[in-house]
T-cell receptor, first 111, second 115 residues
């Protein structure tokens, strides 16, 4: 079983909709969770991080962490075509200083 | 402030040649990571530096790969006797470690093409 798993997609949503991206992880000792956005041909850009159970909101983005079920989600409200990118989930598995990255989910927001 | 910088942005080399890739982290960041990303693939961890501690080299794919970090700042990734399978984007990231703060900030990457 891979340590951090994401559906590769593509996830296609219409402009203005809510995009929901999911990530599961295998180690219950994991404490730090990150979402990165990567545009085609560009490097990953940190957009959200969350350490505690529950929701964390930043503008149109909400990260949701459920440690009991071992998943972390990213919700993008009022999706825009500019949100079209690959979203990478990263987890510090077992508290390691080296994050483990998922393979990423491709999001397409169509007008 | 200035972000992570990498040079060169692109490098084309012939099979068998050695290459050096440079990373300049964000000032004050004590942790530095190297990754590579092949076309359409995820991030592959290569090596991790934390301050003056011995680096974690567990991700280096072969002994042709090495890296050093001078003065706790700039890092150089060296690939000896390059092979075509080394072609990828090499990404550097830095992080201000402390507590649970491991957020990484990535440089623009070096695209390496081995012909």
């Amino acid at each position: 079983q891979k340590e951090v798993e994401q559906n590769s997609g593509p996830l296609s949503v219409p402009e203005g909709a809510i995009a929901s991206l999911n990530c599961t992880y295998s180690d219950r000792g994991s404490q730090s969770f990150f979402w990165y956005r990567q545009y085609s041909g560009k490097s990953p850009e940190l957009i959200m991080f969350i350490y505690s159970n529950g929701d964390k909101e930043d503008g149109r983005f909400t990260a949701q962490l459920n440690k009991a079920s071992q998943y972390v989600s990213l919700l993008i409200r009022d999706s825009q075509p500019s949100d079209s990118a690959t979203y990478l989930c990263a987890v510090n598995v077992g508290g390691s200083y080296i994050p483990t990255f998922g393979r990423g989910t491709s999001l397409i927001v169509h007008p | 402030g200035a972000g992570v910088s990498q040079s060169p942005s692109n490098k084309v080399t012939e099979k068998g040649k050695d290459v050096e890739l440079r990373c300049d982290p964000i000032s004050g960041h004590t942790a530095l990571y190297w990754y590579r990303q092949s076309l359409g693939q995820g991030l592959e961890f290569l090596i991790y530096f934390q301050g003056n501690s011995a680096p974690d080299k567990s991700g280096l794919p072969s002994d042709r790969f090495s890296a050093e970090r001078t003065g706790g700042s700039v890092s150089t990734l060296t690939i000896q006797r390059t092979q075509q399978e080394d072609s990828a984007v090499y990404l550097c990231a830095s992080s201000l470690t402390g507590g649970r703060t491991y957020e990484q900030y990535f440089g623009p990457g070096t695209r390496l093409t081995v012909t």
